[in-house]
């Protein structure tokens, strides 16, 4: 810290955050604020229960939630406005979780940053699409942010070209000391919601008769009905611990969370060939890339690791020693430490 007498206040607004003890939701930004506390950072987070989401935080995220109360919207948003603002009078930065809610860092009256996700759930409101096609909307916003954090090189590069002060800062993971010892038979892990964008209906047909376990729940969970719906994080560490193969067969994605996780788990991961997943999985290193939407080859690949135990434990090395060096909490920390200061100093 430049003033250890007086230690930074940052006020963190979020529409995720965990509920309780074991909660998935938004478990990587409970992770940064855990971090940077460490680092002497007061971190007052504003999010759901702080203002009144009015049900649309959770489930199946603001987005989709929105789309069918839409009523609701206006009452969270100024709940949101005046917890934020609150908030802010004691704060030194605000910093603002997802693009959507920019205009609470640009409403609160103080220097604000931003992170962009570039989740899928918001659809053709997702970040990529709104840096891209949108930029006219987003862009008079987003300049005025003092840094726009993005947890993918291609996100960064999209915000970067609207003129936008863009950091690439990824989601981190804890690495556990040790990594598990497979199940027998070899099981192939799958963690998410269960959903159209997510690939679901491609590892049905690709996986339905493998060792699968599917930690997750959501709409299209009929096509693989030994889904253990959705787990406390500290089960899904335990799944992570057993498992032999990670599976994220997504059309889009910002940065795997989970990706990030079974990597630091030593598991290989057989990933959609997209951007926010290739950047993290480096095809025939720490695991395989196939085409979005190509079954065939998604089944390919997963047999492949399942035949070569080998071959598993050398991904799965490569990996976790990719998450070590680039990835680990304690280092996003300290950079996301860095651009707070670096923000007030503009």
Known sequence: MSDAAKPLRVALVTTYYPRHEGDHAGVFVHDLVRHVRELGVEVDVVGPGVY??????????????????????????WSMLRAVRRAAKTADL???????????????????????QGSGTAGPFRDLALLTRGRWLVAPILRQARAVICVSERLAEAADAIGANAVFIPNGATIPAEIGEEADPPEILY?????????????????????????????????????????????????YARAAIMVIPSYREG?????????????????????GLAELVVDGE???????RDAAALRSALLRLLD??????????????????????RQIAHETLATYERALER
């Open 52 to 77: 009144d989401d009015h049900g649309l935080a959770y489930g199946l995220g603001v987005f989709k939630n929105s789309l069918r109360r839409p009523w609701r919207v206006p009452l969270m948003l």
């Open 94 to 116: 605000v910093h603002v979780y997802w693009l959507l809610a920019a205009p609470m860092g640009l409403l609160s009256g103080r220097p604000w940053v931003i992170t962009l």
């Open 191 to 239: 963690a998410g919601r269960m959903v159209e964008e997510k690939g679901i209906r491609e590892l049905a047909d690709a996986a339905s008769d493998l060792n699968l376990v599917i930690a997750g729940d959501g709409p299209l969970r009929h096509l693989l009905p030994q889904a253990m719906g959705l787990v406390p994080h500290d089960e899904l560490e335990r799944l």
């Open 255 to 275: 940065l795997s969370v989970v990706c990030v996780e079974a990597m630091a788990h030593g598991l290989p991961v057989v990933a959609s060939d997209i951007p």
């Open 286 to 292: 720490t695991g395989l890339l196939v085409p979005a």
């Open 308 to 329: 070569d135990p080998d071959l598993r434990r050398r991904m799965g090395r490569a990996g976790r020693d990719r998450v070590r060096e680039r990835y680990d909490w």
